[in-house]
Protein backbone atom coordinates (compact mmCIF):
# COMPACT_ATOMS: atom_id res chain seq x y z
CA UNK A 1 0.00 0.00 0.00
CA UNK A 2 1.17 3.40 -1.07
CA UNK A 3 2.00 5.74 1.42
CA UNK A 4 -0.39 8.75 1.87
CA UNK A 5 2.15 10.87 3.77
CA UNK A 6 3.07 14.46 2.16
CA UNK A 7 6.76 13.49 2.07
CA UNK A 8 7.83 9.75 0.97
CA UNK A 9 11.78 10.22 0.02
CA UNK A 10 14.02 9.28 2.33
CA UNK A 11 16.49 11.27 1.44
CA UNK A 12 14.22 14.54 2.02
CA UNK A 13 12.65 12.50 5.09
CA UNK A 14 16.13 12.61 6.51
CA UNK A 15 17.04 16.37 6.16
CA UNK A 16 13.98 17.24 7.46
CA UNK A 17 14.53 15.27 10.75
CA UNK A 18 18.28 16.60 10.76
CA UNK A 19 16.74 19.97 10.86
CA UNK A 20 14.69 18.65 13.92
CA UNK A 21 17.42 18.06 15.61
CA UNK A 22 19.70 21.19 14.72
CA UNK A 23 16.84 22.95 15.95
CA UNK A 24 16.71 21.17 19.64
CA UNK A 25 20.24 21.37 20.11
CA UNK A 26 20.09 25.52 19.33
CA UNK A 27 17.00 25.81 21.53
CA UNK A 28 18.50 23.92 23.85
CA UNK A 29 22.14 25.91 24.03
CA UNK A 30 20.15 29.25 23.91
CA UNK A 31 20.46 31.51 27.01
CA UNK A 32 17.07 33.17 26.47
CA UNK A 33 14.55 33.03 29.28
CA UNK A 34 11.92 31.04 27.34
CA UNK A 35 14.16 28.24 26.46
CA UNK A 36 15.84 27.70 29.26
CA UNK A 37 12.53 27.53 31.27
CA UNK A 38 10.96 25.24 28.35
CA UNK A 39 13.72 22.23 28.82
CA UNK A 40 13.41 22.22 32.71
CA UNK A 41 10.05 20.79 31.72
CA UNK A 42 10.74 19.25 28.22
CA UNK A 43 13.96 17.33 28.29
CA UNK A 44 16.30 17.82 24.91
CA UNK A 45 16.03 13.68 24.39
CA UNK A 46 12.06 14.14 24.93
CA UNK A 47 11.40 16.39 22.42
CA UNK A 48 14.27 14.60 19.55
CA UNK A 49 11.64 11.30 20.18
CA UNK A 50 8.88 13.42 19.70
CA UNK A 51 9.20 16.21 17.35
CA UNK A 52 9.61 13.62 15.05
CA UNK A 53 6.07 11.83 16.08
CA UNK A 54 4.25 14.91 15.75
CA UNK A 55 5.18 15.10 12.07
CA UNK A 56 4.49 11.46 11.54
CA UNK A 57 0.83 12.20 13.42
CA UNK A 58 -0.08 14.87 11.24
CA UNK A 59 0.68 13.11 7.73
CA UNK A 60 4.10 14.93 6.52
CA UNK A 61 5.87 11.77 7.27
CA UNK A 62 5.27 7.63 7.08
CA UNK A 63 7.77 6.21 9.64
CA UNK A 64 6.69 3.00 8.82
CA UNK A 65 7.25 3.64 5.16
CA UNK A 66 10.65 4.77 5.67
CA UNK A 67 13.71 3.14 5.37
CA UNK A 68 15.65 5.33 7.65
CA UNK A 69 15.12 3.25 11.07
CA UNK A 70 16.24 0.17 9.48
CA UNK A 71 19.82 1.61 7.96
CA UNK A 72 20.06 3.85 11.07
CA UNK A 73 19.86 0.92 13.67
CA UNK A 74 21.71 -1.12 11.99
CA UNK A 75 24.91 0.74 10.68
CA UNK A 76 24.37 4.22 12.83
CA UNK A 77 23.41 2.42 16.52
CA UNK A 78 26.29 -0.08 16.68
CA UNK A 79 28.92 2.44 15.41
CA UNK A 80 27.77 4.79 18.15
CA UNK A 81 28.27 2.48 20.71
CA UNK A 82 31.46 1.58 19.24
CA UNK A 83 32.33 5.55 19.37
CA UNK A 84 30.64 6.04 23.34
CA UNK A 85 32.12 3.22 24.48
CA UNK A 86 35.88 2.98 22.83
CA UNK A 87 36.46 6.37 25.27
CA UNK A 88 36.27 4.17 28.87
CA UNK A 89 39.05 4.75 30.85
CA UNK A 90 39.14 1.47 33.20
CA UNK A 91 42.55 2.38 34.67
CA UNK A 92 40.46 5.78 35.06
CA UNK A 93 37.27 4.75 36.59
CA UNK A 94 39.32 2.44 39.23
CA UNK A 95 41.53 5.69 40.51
CA UNK A 96 38.01 7.24 41.42
CA UNK A 97 38.46 4.91 44.41
CA UNK A 98 35.45 2.17 45.57
CA UNK A 99 33.37 3.80 46.65
CA UNK A 100 32.59 5.46 43.72
CA UNK A 101 32.29 2.19 41.76
CA UNK A 102 30.28 0.53 44.32
CA UNK A 103 27.90 3.40 44.01
CA UNK A 104 27.67 2.78 40.25
CA UNK A 105 27.45 -0.55 40.44
CA UNK A 106 24.81 -0.62 42.54
CA UNK A 107 23.49 1.83 40.69
CA UNK A 108 23.13 -1.30 38.04
CA UNK A 109 21.84 -4.27 40.28
CA UNK A 110 19.50 -1.61 41.15
CA UNK A 111 18.19 -1.31 37.77
CA UNK A 112 18.69 -5.06 36.95
CA UNK A 113 16.88 -6.72 39.98
CA UNK A 114 14.11 -3.91 40.14
CA UNK A 115 13.00 -4.18 36.45
CA UNK A 116 11.63 -7.82 37.66
CA UNK A 117 10.73 -6.68 40.95
CA UNK A 118 8.34 -3.89 39.82
CA UNK A 119 6.94 -6.91 37.75
CA UNK A 120 6.37 -8.98 40.27
CA UNK A 121 4.57 -6.28 42.71
CA UNK A 122 2.62 -4.50 40.11
CA UNK A 123 1.16 -8.17 39.13
CA UNK A 124 0.40 -9.59 42.41
CA UNK A 125 -1.88 -6.33 42.24
CA UNK A 126 -3.17 -6.03 38.66
CA UNK A 127 -2.21 -8.71 36.11
CA UNK A 128 -3.82 -7.19 33.34
CA UNK A 129 -0.87 -3.98 33.00
CA UNK A 130 2.39 -6.28 32.94
CA UNK A 131 0.68 -8.64 30.20
CA UNK A 132 0.54 -8.91 26.50
CA UNK A 133 2.16 -11.15 24.02
CA UNK A 134 4.85 -11.04 21.31
CA UNK A 135 5.96 -8.15 20.10
CA UNK A 136 3.11 -6.13 23.15
CA UNK A 137 4.15 -8.24 25.83
CA UNK A 138 5.12 -5.44 28.78
CA UNK A 139 8.37 -7.52 30.59
CA UNK A 140 9.63 -6.78 26.27
CA UNK A 141 8.89 -3.44 26.23
CA UNK A 142 10.73 -2.90 30.01
CA UNK A 143 14.05 -3.91 28.06
CA UNK A 144 14.52 -1.28 26.68
CA UNK A 145 13.98 1.00 29.96
CA UNK A 146 16.54 -1.63 31.22
CA UNK A 147 18.52 -0.38 28.11
CA UNK A 148 18.13 3.27 28.81
CA UNK A 149 18.40 3.25 32.60
CA UNK A 150 21.67 1.22 32.15
CA UNK A 151 23.91 2.19 29.17
CA UNK A 152 21.82 5.02 27.25
CA UNK A 153 19.58 5.36 24.31
CA UNK A 154 21.81 3.61 22.21
CA UNK A 155 21.10 0.43 24.30
CA UNK A 156 17.52 1.11 24.87
CA UNK A 157 17.21 0.83 20.83
CA UNK A 158 19.63 -2.27 20.71
CA UNK A 159 17.14 -3.40 23.51
CA UNK A 160 14.60 -3.09 20.98
CA UNK A 161 15.48 -4.93 18.19
CA UNK A 162 16.83 -7.54 19.86
CA UNK A 163 13.70 -8.40 22.39
CA UNK A 164 11.42 -7.43 19.06
CA UNK A 165 9.38 -4.70 21.21
CA UNK A 166 6.21 -3.46 19.13
CA UNK A 167 6.38 0.39 18.20
CA UNK A 168 3.52 1.34 20.05
CA UNK A 169 4.84 -0.46 23.09
CA UNK A 170 7.90 1.04 22.74
CA UNK A 171 6.37 4.51 22.28
CA UNK A 172 5.05 4.25 26.19
CA UNK A 173 8.34 3.09 27.36
CA UNK A 174 10.06 6.08 26.31
CA UNK A 175 7.57 7.91 28.42
CA UNK A 176 7.93 6.18 31.20
CA UNK A 177 11.77 6.08 30.73
CA UNK A 178 12.43 9.76 30.26
CA UNK A 179 9.90 10.93 32.78
CA UNK A 180 10.47 8.80 35.86
CA UNK A 181 14.27 9.18 35.29
CA UNK A 182 13.97 13.09 35.54
CA UNK A 183 11.60 13.21 38.49
CA UNK A 184 14.58 10.93 40.27
CA UNK A 185 16.97 13.55 38.42
CA UNK A 186 15.70 16.47 39.85
CA UNK A 187 15.65 14.45 43.57
CA UNK A 188 19.06 13.68 43.02
CA UNK A 189 19.75 17.84 41.92
CA UNK A 190 17.99 18.80 45.47
CA UNK A 191 20.44 16.55 47.78
CA UNK A 192 23.46 17.48 45.69
CA UNK A 193 22.75 20.70 46.58
CA UNK A 194 22.61 20.02 50.65
CA UNK A 195 25.77 18.03 49.99
CA UNK A 196 27.72 19.30 52.50
CA UNK A 197 24.79 18.99 54.70
CA UNK A 198 24.28 15.79 53.92
CA UNK A 199 28.07 14.31 54.02
CA UNK A 200 28.72 15.97 57.52
CA UNK A 201 25.71 14.03 58.89
CA UNK A 202 26.65 10.81 57.46
CA UNK A 203 30.57 11.14 58.46
CA UNK A 204 31.33 10.86 54.70
CA UNK A 205 35.28 11.36 53.50
CA UNK A 206 34.70 13.85 50.54
CA UNK A 207 38.66 14.53 49.88
CA UNK A 208 38.54 12.41 47.45
CA UNK A 209 36.08 14.82 45.47
CA UNK A 210 38.93 17.10 45.49
CA UNK A 211 41.35 14.99 44.47
CA UNK A 212 38.78 14.18 41.80
CA UNK A 213 39.01 18.04 41.07
CA UNK A 214 42.43 18.61 40.34
CA UNK A 215 43.07 15.38 38.41
CA UNK A 216 40.51 16.29 35.70
CA UNK A 217 41.24 19.94 35.05
CA UNK A 218 44.70 18.41 34.01
CA UNK A 219 43.90 15.66 32.11
CA UNK A 220 41.15 18.01 30.30
CA UNK A 221 44.07 21.14 29.81
CA UNK A 222 46.68 17.82 28.39
CA UNK A 223 44.26 16.19 26.09
CA UNK A 224 41.39 18.28 24.42
CA UNK A 225 42.14 19.34 20.91
CA UNK A 226 40.56 20.44 18.08
CA UNK A 227 39.64 17.69 15.94
CA UNK A 228 41.79 17.89 12.30
CA UNK A 229 40.18 16.36 9.21
CA UNK A 230 42.59 13.37 9.82
CA UNK A 231 41.00 12.87 13.05
CA UNK A 232 37.80 12.92 11.59
CA UNK A 233 38.39 10.31 9.08
CA UNK A 234 40.41 7.89 11.98
CA UNK A 235 37.01 8.66 13.97
CA UNK A 236 34.86 7.51 11.33
CA UNK A 237 36.60 4.31 10.00
CA UNK A 238 36.80 3.15 13.47
CA UNK A 239 33.02 3.43 14.39
CA UNK A 240 32.38 1.89 10.88
CA UNK A 241 35.09 -0.32 10.42
CA UNK A 242 34.00 -2.36 13.80
CA UNK A 243 30.51 -1.68 12.60
CA UNK A 244 31.51 -3.73 9.83
CA UNK A 245 33.40 -6.41 11.49
CA UNK A 246 30.66 -7.03 14.18
CA UNK A 247 27.83 -7.42 10.65
CA UNK A 248 30.31 -9.90 9.25
CA UNK A 249 31.07 -12.14 12.39
CA UNK A 250 27.07 -11.47 13.52
CA UNK A 251 26.20 -13.01 10.01
CA UNK A 252 28.26 -15.97 10.70
CA UNK A 253 27.88 -17.12 14.67
CA UNK A 254 23.90 -16.63 14.91
CA UNK A 255 22.85 -18.99 12.04
CA UNK A 256 25.43 -20.84 13.41
CA UNK A 257 24.12 -21.53 16.60
CA UNK A 258 20.33 -21.70 15.27
CA UNK A 259 22.02 -24.67 13.76
CA UNK A 260 23.88 -26.49 16.26
CA UNK A 261 21.48 -25.17 19.37
CA UNK A 262 18.09 -24.01 18.17
CA UNK A 263 17.09 -24.15 21.74
CA UNK A 264 18.91 -20.74 22.46
CA UNK A 265 16.95 -18.76 20.30
CA UNK A 266 14.74 -18.48 23.58
CA UNK A 267 17.47 -16.52 24.70
CA UNK A 268 17.48 -14.48 21.56
CA UNK A 269 21.47 -16.33 20.94
CA UNK A 270 19.92 -17.11 17.05
CA UNK A 271 19.62 -13.11 16.91
CA UNK A 272 22.24 -11.21 14.26
CA UNK A 273 21.19 -7.59 15.46
CA UNK A 274 22.41 -9.77 19.58
CA UNK A 275 25.25 -10.17 18.08
CA UNK A 276 25.79 -7.61 16.05
CA UNK A 277 25.52 -5.18 19.20
CA UNK A 278 27.56 -7.63 22.10
CA UNK A 279 30.28 -7.95 19.42
CA UNK A 280 30.70 -4.23 18.79
CA UNK A 281 30.44 -3.03 22.28
CA UNK A 282 32.52 -5.87 22.87
CA UNK A 283 35.48 -4.57 20.38
CA UNK A 284 35.32 -1.28 21.70
CA UNK A 285 35.96 -2.67 25.11
CA UNK A 286 38.83 -4.20 23.79
CA UNK A 287 40.07 -1.36 22.17
CA UNK A 288 39.87 0.81 24.94
CA UNK A 289 42.83 -0.76 26.41
CA UNK A 290 44.95 0.79 23.18
CA UNK A 291 45.87 3.95 21.69
CA UNK A 292 43.20 3.62 19.38
CA UNK A 293 40.76 4.99 22.28
CA UNK A 294 43.07 7.82 22.02
CA UNK A 295 40.19 9.25 18.89
CA UNK A 296 38.09 10.48 22.20
CA UNK A 297 40.24 13.78 22.47
CA UNK A 298 39.41 14.81 19.22
CA UNK A 299 35.41 14.17 19.94
CA UNK A 300 34.95 10.59 18.90
CA UNK A 301 31.89 10.10 21.37
CA UNK A 302 30.26 13.86 20.08
CA UNK A 303 30.60 12.43 16.75
CA UNK A 304 28.58 8.62 17.97
CA UNK A 305 26.06 10.68 20.02
CA UNK A 306 25.47 12.73 16.31
CA UNK A 307 24.80 9.34 14.79
CA UNK A 308 22.46 7.87 17.97
CA UNK A 309 20.38 11.06 17.70
CA UNK A 310 19.58 10.52 14.19
CA UNK A 311 18.52 7.06 15.45
CA UNK A 312 16.11 8.49 18.10
CA UNK A 313 14.60 11.23 15.51
CA UNK A 314 13.85 7.97 13.18
CA UNK A 315 12.47 5.97 16.12
CA UNK A 316 10.30 9.20 16.56
CA UNK A 317 8.64 8.75 13.84
CA UNK A 318 7.58 5.63 14.12
CA UNK A 319 5.86 6.62 17.59
CA UNK A 320 1.76 6.52 18.40
CA UNK A 321 1.58 9.06 20.71
CA UNK A 322 -1.67 8.16 21.76
CA UNK A 323 -0.04 4.92 22.68
CA UNK A 324 1.50 6.52 25.87
CA UNK A 325 -2.24 7.70 27.59
CA UNK A 326 -3.36 4.03 26.63
CA UNK A 327 -0.94 3.13 29.26
CA UNK A 328 -1.23 4.64 32.52
CA UNK A 329 -0.30 1.67 34.34
CA UNK A 330 3.07 1.47 33.01
CA UNK A 331 3.92 4.55 34.67
CA UNK A 332 3.44 2.38 37.88
CA UNK A 333 5.59 0.02 36.94
CA UNK A 334 8.23 2.31 36.10
CA UNK A 335 7.92 4.20 39.73
CA UNK A 336 7.86 1.06 41.87
CA UNK A 337 10.92 0.01 39.86
CA UNK A 338 13.22 3.60 40.37
CA UNK A 339 11.79 3.61 44.07
CA UNK A 340 13.96 0.11 44.59
CA UNK A 341 16.88 1.64 42.45
CA UNK A 342 16.61 4.58 44.75
CA UNK A 343 16.14 2.91 48.38
CA UNK A 344 18.84 0.73 47.70
CA UNK A 345 21.33 3.44 46.08
CA UNK A 346 20.39 5.72 49.75
CA UNK A 347 20.75 2.79 52.25
CA UNK A 348 24.18 1.50 50.58
CA UNK A 349 25.29 5.32 50.64
CA UNK A 350 24.49 5.50 54.19
CA UNK A 351 26.21 1.62 55.06
CA UNK A 352 29.42 2.86 53.61
CA UNK A 353 29.25 6.56 54.56
CA UNK A 354 29.69 7.63 50.68
CA UNK A 355 29.67 11.18 49.36
CA UNK A 356 26.03 12.44 48.41
CA UNK A 357 28.58 13.29 45.01
CA UNK A 358 29.21 9.41 44.42
CA UNK A 359 25.80 8.33 44.80
CA UNK A 360 24.37 10.56 42.77
CA UNK A 361 26.27 10.83 39.84
CA UNK A 362 26.44 7.06 40.37
CA UNK A 363 23.01 6.47 40.31
CA UNK A 364 22.71 9.45 37.13
CA UNK A 365 25.42 7.84 35.33
CA UNK A 366 23.00 4.43 35.37
CA UNK A 367 19.67 6.19 34.91
CA UNK A 368 20.02 9.45 32.98
CA UNK A 369 24.28 8.37 31.00
CA UNK A 370 26.26 10.82 29.47
CA UNK A 371 23.57 13.39 29.01
CA UNK A 372 22.76 14.17 32.15
CA UNK A 373 25.03 12.61 34.50
CA UNK A 374 27.55 15.19 33.92
CA UNK A 375 24.97 18.27 34.64
CA UNK A 376 24.60 15.92 38.25
CA UNK A 377 28.33 16.11 38.47
CA UNK A 378 28.92 19.55 37.84
CA UNK A 379 26.36 20.46 40.33
CA UNK A 380 28.89 20.32 43.22
CA UNK A 381 31.69 21.58 40.41
CA UNK A 382 31.88 22.31 36.64
CA UNK A 383 35.64 20.74 36.43
CA UNK A 384 33.54 17.56 37.85
CA UNK A 385 31.36 16.94 35.07
CA UNK A 386 33.77 14.73 32.83
CA UNK A 387 33.51 12.56 36.01
CA UNK A 388 30.15 11.97 35.41
CA UNK A 389 30.63 11.13 31.59
CA UNK A 390 33.67 8.78 32.60
CA UNK A 391 31.09 6.40 34.97
CA UNK A 392 28.23 7.09 31.98
CA UNK A 393 30.65 5.51 29.69
CA UNK A 394 31.31 2.64 31.98
CA UNK A 395 27.49 2.00 31.45
CA UNK A 396 27.33 2.30 27.92
CA UNK A 397 29.70 -0.41 28.17
CA UNK A 398 28.09 -2.62 30.53
CA UNK A 399 23.98 -1.51 29.53
CA UNK A 400 24.03 -4.31 26.57
CA UNK A 401 24.98 -7.23 29.29
CA UNK A 402 23.15 -5.74 32.15
CA UNK A 403 19.70 -4.84 30.19
CA UNK A 404 20.24 -8.15 28.71
CA UNK A 405 20.25 -9.62 31.95
CA UNK A 406 17.40 -7.74 33.32
CA UNK A 407 15.45 -8.84 30.29
CA UNK A 408 15.61 -12.47 30.77
CA UNK A 409 14.96 -11.95 34.43
CA UNK A 410 11.80 -10.46 33.58
CA UNK A 411 10.63 -12.59 30.95
CA UNK A 412 10.93 -15.82 33.79
CA UNK A 413 8.90 -13.59 36.41
CA UNK A 414 6.19 -12.28 33.68
CA UNK A 415 5.93 -16.59 32.19
CA UNK A 416 5.87 -17.76 35.95
Known sequence: ??????????????????????????????????????????PSVLACYFLPSLLATAGIIDGEA?????????????????????????????????????????????????????????????PEVVGGQGADAVWRGLTTVAGSWIGGSANQAAMK???????????????????????????????????????????????????????????????????????????????????AISHFLAD?????????APGLAVYNLTSRFFWLVVLATTIALILSYTRVRTI?????????????????????????????LDRPGLFVIGGVWMLFHAALMLGVAKAI?????????????NVGGAASAPVVASAVHPALAPVGALLAVLGYAIGTYGAYLCGQLMRVIASG
Open 353 to 365: KAPIFFMAVGSQA
Open 66 to 126: SQLYFVASRYLLPTSLVLLTISVDIPGILRLGPKALIMFFTGTVGIVLGGPLAILIVGSIA
Open 296 to 324: EHAGASKIGSACLYVLIATIGMRMNLAAV
Open 252 to 260: RLAPAIERV
Open 161 to 243: EVFTVGDELFSAMIAVDVIVANIWMAVLLFLVGRADRIDARTGADTSAIDDLRRRVEEHERANARIPSLTDLMQILAVGFGVT
Open 1 to 42: MESQALLTNDAVVLGLLLAVLALVFTTHSSTRPFWQRFYKII
